[in-house]
T-cell receptor, first 113, second 114 residues
Framework: DGGITQSPKYLFRKEGQNVTLSCEQN?????MYWYRQDPGQGLRLIYY???????QKGDIAEGYSVSREKKESFPLTVTSAQKNPTAFYLC????????????FGNGTRLTVT | DQQVKQNSPSLSVQEGRISILNCDYT??????FLWYKKYPAEGPTFLIS?????DKNEDGRFTVFLNKSAKHLSLHIVPSQPGDSAVYFC?????????????FGSGTRLQVQP
């Protein structure tokens, strides 16, 4: 059963700690993405990767880092430099071809106190 | 600067009637538009898309209309069902910029009353 797996579903951290969110896909997609959703707002792009070992900053990359060492995996690290890290984080993948839709995981809700 | 705007935060319709969700955009480079449906605490699910070379695309109960001159698109759901109650996001992409990522609107919460 192909899809995107994000883990964990809920994550709690203390302020000042880095935390890494997992995203794995078995759809054989080349492109992967990280978005953030805040209450009452749309999804904002953090980072994206169109191919292994390459990634680009999105609109709100400050305070985040990513790696793309394998096609299937695109972990996101929320660093202590991110001023408002509490949010719902969504990972997605696509074939990367023209007009191809993004397929989303079920998200990780991160709470930092 | 919001490039994709959904100006109606919520919409309520009766079961069986038509639901019309609207979306405006400012970036004339956008060439694909997509609609997603989202339930709370879940990831968005792709519904339907349209290329900028078309003005209409239909899939079952869902139809998307694109008016390029007005930079406006709409999603029609006919007939509306209680299971359609969710948040709907409009999204767009500009493939020839090399950035193959979607820009999303802020969403419209649709409630279909039985």
């Amino acid at each position: 059963d192909g899809g995107i797996t994000q883990s964990p579903k809920y994550l709690f951290r203390k302020e000042g700690q880095n935390v890494t969110l997992s995203c794995e896909q078995n759809l054989n997609h080349d492109a992967m993405y990280w978005y953030r959703q805040d209450p009452g707002q749309g999804l904002r792009l953090i980072y994206y990767s169109q191919i292994v070992n390459d990634f680009q900053k999105g609109d709100i990359a400050e305070g985040y880092s990513v790696s793309r060492e394998k096609k299937e995996s695109f972990p996101l690290t929320v660093t202590s430099a991110q001023k408002n890290p509490t949010a719902f984080y969504l990972c997605a993948s696509s074939t990367g071809s023209e007009g191809s839709p993004l397929h989303f995981g079920n998200g990780t809700r991160l709470t930092v106190t | 600067d919001q490039q994709v705007k959904q100006n109606s935060p919520s919409l309520s319709v009766q079961e069986g009637r038509i639901s019309i969700l609207n979306c405006d955009y400012t970036n004339s480079m956008f060439d694909y538009f997509l609609w997603y449906k989202k339930y709370p605490a879940e990831g968005p699910t792709f519904l339907i898309s349209i290329s900028s070379i078309k003005d209409k695309n239909e899939d079952g109960r869902f139809t998307v209309f694109l008016n390029k001159s007005a930079k406006h698109l709409s999603l029609h759901i006919v007939p509306s069902q209680p299971g359609d109650s969710a948040v709907y996001f409009c999204a767009a992409t500009a493939m020839d910029t090399g950035r193959r990522a979607l820009t999303f609107g802020s969403g419209t919460r649709l409630q279909v009353q039985p």
